[in-house]
């Protein structure tokens, strides 16, 4: 059996687990990210690395390669810009190699999530592929006629940044009303606290109070008692979600689409997607139909993900 080590690298932590051949995290272990100091991130981990080994139970020869997926733009085994570390043309995949003494590689961490259900997970065999990551703000990652699509330079892949309305809402990225305001996880929050604010006596408020706080289960907690302005939120915000879904429908016409993120975990919100989209898109049925469907790998996508960049 070969073994390979992904490295999730985020801007809160770093995550490193033993990957096998099949996709299944055998030991991990995790420390917070020193934030700016490149040299320094690389010797966390080198030492999470045989940590990982050892939770593991797999000897350090056993090890072919490490993996390592970064938030950002990469290019070449070079982090060419990573905001959310300060890292700016940081060489990590020579980093790497340098300091475990494996073939090392880097990913972008959008591509790493798309490599995993790509190769290991539900996407497995398909040609073309959409993953799209709902989190903070919106990953998104495309295999095209069987190639993982990284365009000019590796900057592709920013469908989070498409501008699907006009109401003036600032972005990240300093324009306006971009997908990722108004169909992340942060805009479930959002919706979520305003329903609560609109409705302090609402079925929502009283799920909130009883959780101790406004997390991404409030809004389906409260659909299950049968909240039905919880549930017209959720309606507008998968309104919000196809419409993005369906540009890149229209665009690549995916075989499937991945949904990641935490919140996908929820069947409420993804399984309505599938129609939605397919009734949507140009050409309707007689276009080839979209799949849409939740990963194999959700928390531990980018593990997964960046160790299997590296797999034979
Ligand atoms: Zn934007």
């Not at 507008?236 to 429908?249: S, W």
Request: net charge negative.
């Amino acid at each position: 059996m070969a073994y390979y080590i992904g490295i999730d690298i985020g801007g809160m932590s770093i995550k490193v687990g033993v990957v096998d051949q099949d996709g299944n995290i055998l030991g991990k272990c995790a420390a917070p990210t020193p934030l700016g100091d490149a040299a320094k991130a690389v010797d966390v981990m080198a030492d999470l690395c045989r940590d990982a080994a050892k939770a593991a139970g797999v000897s350090w020869q056993d090890i072919r390669a490490v993996g390592a997926g970064a938030p950002g733009t990469v290019c070449d085994g070079v982090v060419t810009y990573a905001t959310n570390l300060g890292w700016y043309g940081v060489p990590l995949a020579d980093m790497l190699g340098k300091a475990t003494g494996k073939a090392a590689a880097v990913g972008n961490d959008a591509n790493c999530a798309l490599i995993a259900e790509w190769r290991l997970g539900v996407a497995r065999g398909k040609d073309n592929v959409a993953m799209i990551t709902l989190g903070t703000g919106i990953g998104t990652a495309f295999v095209a006629d069987g190639h993982l699509l990284l365009g000019n330079g590796s900057a592709s892949g920013e469908g989070g940044h498409q501008r699907i309305k006009h109401l003036g809402r600032k972005c990240s990225c300093g324009r306006e009303d971009c997908w990722e305001l108004y169909a992340s996880a942060t805009s479930l929050l959002r919706r979520t606290e305003a329903l609560i604010a609109a409705e302090p006596q609402g079925i929502c408020a009283a799920v909130a109070k009883e959780r101790g706080q406004i997390d991404g289960y409030v809004l389906f907690a409260a659909i299950e008692r049968g909240d039905r302005s919880a549930q017209a939120v959720l309606q507008q915000l998968q309104e919000d979600i196809v419409d993005g879904l369906v540009n890149i429908a229209n665009i690549l016409r995916p075989e499937i689409i991945v949904m990641g993120g935490g919140i996908c975990a929820q069947d409420r919100l993804v399984s309505p997607l599938e129609d939605m989209v397919n009734s949507r898109t140009l050409g309707g049925a007689g276009n080839p139909h979209v799949f849409i469907v939740k990963p194999r790998f959700f928390n531990d996508a980018g593990i997964v993900g960046a160790a299997a960049q590296v797999m034979e």
